[in-house]
């Protein structure tokens, strides 16, 4: 490969991959308690993308691999492997604020080292050979594998989130972090690529590090972007998603005060008032939740979604949904005049740009066009 080429790739993602670092670290966040599990998850990131900064600069600067191949492989896979730990340790602290944990964080220190340690042995102590190549490609997927499981865990603890929000929250929290889910698998398949491009002839390694421009970029716009709806999210959090070690030993079955004398006496009673409060439109407040919602009913969470799960065939998000979507039809009939962002809001949604996609999906074309195709 042309140096100049290799080093023309270097030159443009270097100085987006610095500046893209020095903000995660510095930048400040809304000075409110809610915003510190982000700026903990960006932080974090922000350090993964200076350690891949120096990765490039000793490439740029000093030509390492073409100096000496061994010396940059051993840095390429170090740096890779600590980065993998701290690229989902970010991502899952913004599902998870429980995460990390000291035994944790130990844990990945010392398979990083351990991972390193062998790394170096293979390189600079086996002689050249099969011996050599053979554990050169265990370490390499040892790499890989590493990578794919921490993504694993991301993927999860994603949706875990999804399912939790969809059985307590009215509105599409999912949708506010999505990116999260794409990212995730984006950074797989970029990761894998990183981790494997370091054994790939030298006329191709430019590809990667130009490919790394779209990539960061991505995930710099999507914590810029989650920034304007992570409060909501973060209480949505606060109250409904548990920590891991939570989940794994408590039961879902909550210990609600409900009185006694406010019990609906039978199942006919306990439909009545459910079919009392959609006749009065309860179901466009925003920002409604299945907690909300119970103590209105006089009932438990549980109850509740065990109700709307057997009667209606949807989760507590799918059925508001659902109610909303017909009140904005009803709306659009009576008042064709009506705005986009108004009739959103007067439906309950937060969202006008989610509530033109769940418009959508259930009815196969925007409200504008489905308002012109239902005009008399």
Not at 236 to 265: C, G, M, Y
Not at 294 to 310: C, D, G, P, V
Not at 349 to 361: A, G, R, T, V
Request: proline share 2%; hydrophobic share 45%.
């Amino acid at each position: 490969m042309e140096p100049s080429i290799y080093s023309f790739s270097l030159c443009t993602a270097l100085p987006l991959m610095l500046f893209f670092g020095f903000y995660f670290l510095f930048a400040k966040t809304p000075e409110k308690k809610i915003f510190k599990n982000y700026l903990r998850s960006r932080q974090i990131m922000g350090i993964a993308m200076l350690l891949l900064s120096a990765n490039y600069s000793v490439h740029f600067f000093f030509g390492i691999r073409f100096k000496n191949a061994d010396s940059a492989i051993l840095m390429n896979m170090s740096t890779y492997f600590l980065c993998y730990s701290l690229f989902s340790s970010a991502l899952i602290m913004l599902l998870d604020r429980f995460y990390i944990t000291k035994r944790r964080v130990w844990t990945h220190i010392i398979l990083w080292i351990i991972f390193s340690t062998l790394s170096g042995v293979v390189l600079f102590l086996l002689p050249s050979g099969i011996m050599q190549k053979f554990s050169l490609f265990a370490l390499a997927a040892w790499l890989v594998v590493f990578g794919v499981v921490l993504a694993r865990r991301v993927i999860i603890a994603y949706r875990r989130a999804i399912r939790i929000f969809n059985e307590t929250q009215a509105d599409d929290i999912g949708a506010y972090i999505e990116w999260l889910s794409i990212f995730t698998y984006w950074a797989l398949i970029f990761g894998v690529g990183c981790g494997l491009l370091t054994f790939l002839p030298d006329e191709y390694v430019f590809i990667w590090i130009l490919s790394s421009i779209p990539f960061y970029s991505y995930l710099f716009y999507s914590y810029q972007n989650y920034l304007l709806f992570y409060e909501q999210v973060e209480k949505a959090f606060e109250q409904d998603i548990q920590s891991e070690e939570e989940l794994l030993t408590n039961s879902e079955t909550e210990h609600e005060i409900v009185f006694e004398k406010e019990v609906p006496r039978s199942y006919t009673e306990f439909i009545e008032r459910v079919d009392n409060w959609i006749k009065t439109d309860g179901y466009v407040q925003q920002g409604l939740t299945i907690k909300e919602l119970s103590e209105i009913f006089y009932t438990n969470r549980t109850y509740l979604s065990a109700y709307i799960k057997t009667t209606y065939k949807m989760t507590f998000r799918e059925w508001i949904t659902s109610l909303r979507l017909e009140y904005a039809k009803n709306i659009l009939k009576e008042h064709p005049e009506i705005n986009i962002q108004k009739l959103a809001e007067s439906s309950g949604f937060l969202s006008q740009s989610n509530f033109i996609k769940l418009f959508s999906e259930k009815e196969g074309c925007t409200p504008a066009k489905w308002k012109k195709s239902n005009r008399e």
